[in-house]
């Protein structure tokens, strides 16, 4: 009998052993013993597709996990900024594109990911987005924003309405809107990044594409030269199609015209098409990816990177992260991004099943022009962009000629190539 209750003890013991092998307990890949990533990021958003798109890499490198850390977009630079330079940064970090990301790099804060498996996935130009002064790879593109304009498709049937398909084409269709007592576009003029958008998405046949683009960049040419106000003329020409309070709405205001049909156009990036598509499931929508030049067959799209990730210098788990930038590389990630946030992957060969996704991955491989301010002038504090844009509020409130505003613009951007990168500081949030 004693023999017997020995032997049940033991069978316990070891049971309760054994299960806690079976666990995992041992194998270096329970969820205890695994290495956990912090990652920052500026989309509160897209939390829920972060979430599918990290178990994916998850269920694959069992011994990593990954917590997605969003902050707001208005608070990021600075808490990313803070967090930086006080050594208390996140593993991985969502890098502002073009002079955000070398600013970031410049200053020493991250790795360079030239040697990881998959950077031949993307466009070389792309890659420009998340490079150092050096000339290094710093970050991992995320997607490819393309500016555009919505617009409502059953307004359009209601009035027999083409799309327009050249400047003069849209301004033909807003006139016999507006005669209709329809408001044609709806732009927010509150938040100065909205007027920058919209110079981005109607202006490049005015200041003539590309070929001002490389004047730009060869220094034949600058903020003054008379294509840049041929550009102006175009804004200020708008204003006759806008809502008389365009000054006094910011984005939420703006999109909501557009989505309660109020008004039959929108201005805005691609990344706006799921909040549309969320915050009315009924609405038809319809997109006009850019205005043809003279001659061409394909309309002109503004696009940009937008943002990319990276990894931060002195994180203790290196290894780990540089195996996530490997996957944030691959046509996996890629097709995972499309399928489940509606937006244009960086990574090349990636297919979208949303047809109006489809149409304007098209439309920007047909023919592409970058986001002038956000590409060519974003660098300095303040940036070119930004006085370019604040500039373009006070011309519509009437505290700025067009004249002023270019002038200012060229100069600030003399003084910011002059300067160079900028070294990070702790910011002081205001109380």
């Known amino acids: 009998m004693k023999e017997k209750l020995l032997l049940g003890i033991f069978f316990i013991l070891f049971s309760g052993i054994a299960a806690g092998c079976g666990n995992g307990g041992g194998s270096g890949n329970s969820s205890e013993d695994a290495v956990e990533l912090e990652m920052y990021s500026w989309r509160t958003e897209d939390r829920s597709a972060y ?3 990290i178990a994916a890499f998850e269920e694959e490198n069992p011994d990593i996990k990954i917590k997605f850390n969003p902050f707001e977009a208005t608070e990021y630079n600075t808490i990313l900024t803070n967090a930086l330079v006080s050594g208390t940064g ?15 790099a410049d200053n020493g804060y991250l790795v360079a990911l030239d040697d990881i498996e998959g950077l031949d996935n993307f466009d070389e130009t792309y890659l420009e987005a998340a490079q150092g002064s050096d000339g290094n790879t710093y970050g991992i593109p995320l997607s490819l ?6 617009y409502n498709i059953d307004i359009f049937n209601e009035y027999g309405l083409e799309p327009p398909e050249t400047w003069d084409d849209f301004i033909a269709v807003s006139q016999e809107l507006k005669n209709n007592g329809v408001t044609p576009l709806s732009v927010g003029g509150r938040e100065a990044w909205l007027l920058s958008m919209l110079h981005g998405v109607i202006t490049p046949t005015a200041y003539g594409g590309n070929d001002f683009v490389e004047d730009i960049t060869e220094g034949e040419a600058d903020l003054t030269d008379p294509r840049m106000m041929e550009s102006l003329d175009r804004m200020e020409e708008l204003t006759e199609y806008i809502a008389d309070d365009f ?7 703006s999109t ?12 805005n990036g691609d990344f706006q098409l799921e909040v549309l598509e969320n915050s009315n499931p009924d609405l038809s929508i319809g997109v006009i990816p850019g205005f043809k030049e003279e001659g061409s067959d394909d309309p002109l799209v503004m696009n940009w990177v937008d943002g990319s990730y990276g990894v931060v210098e002195g994180t203790e788990h290196e290894e780990e992260a540089l195996k996530f930038m490997e996957f944030m590389a691959s046509p996996e990630f890629g097709q995972l991004f499309t399928d489940n946030l509606t937006r244009v992957s960086a990574v090349e060969g990636v297919t979208a099943s949303h047809d109006i996704v489809k149409q304007i991955m098209e439309a920007s491989e047909a023919n592409s022009t970058p986001y002038l301010m956000l590409v060519e002038y974003g660098l300095g504090s303040p940036s070119t962009k930004g006085i370019f844009e604040d500039g373009l509020q006070g011309m519509y409130l009437g505290e700025i000629t067009k004249e002023e505003l270019l002038e200012q613009s060229q100069e600030n951007a003399e003084r910011a190539a002059e300067e160079g990168v900028e070294e990070l500081e702790m910011i002081e949030e205001d109380e």
């Open 247 to 253: 000054m006094a709405l910011d984005d939420a205001d």
């Open 145 to 150: 924003n393309i500016g555009l304009i919505y």
């Open 90 to 104: 996140p593993d991985i970090v969502q890098l502002r594109p073009y002079t955000g990301a070398r600013t970031i």
């Open 256 to 267: 909501a015209l557009f989505y309660t049909e109020e008004a039959a156009m929108y201005v």
């Open 51 to 53: 979430e599918e798109i």
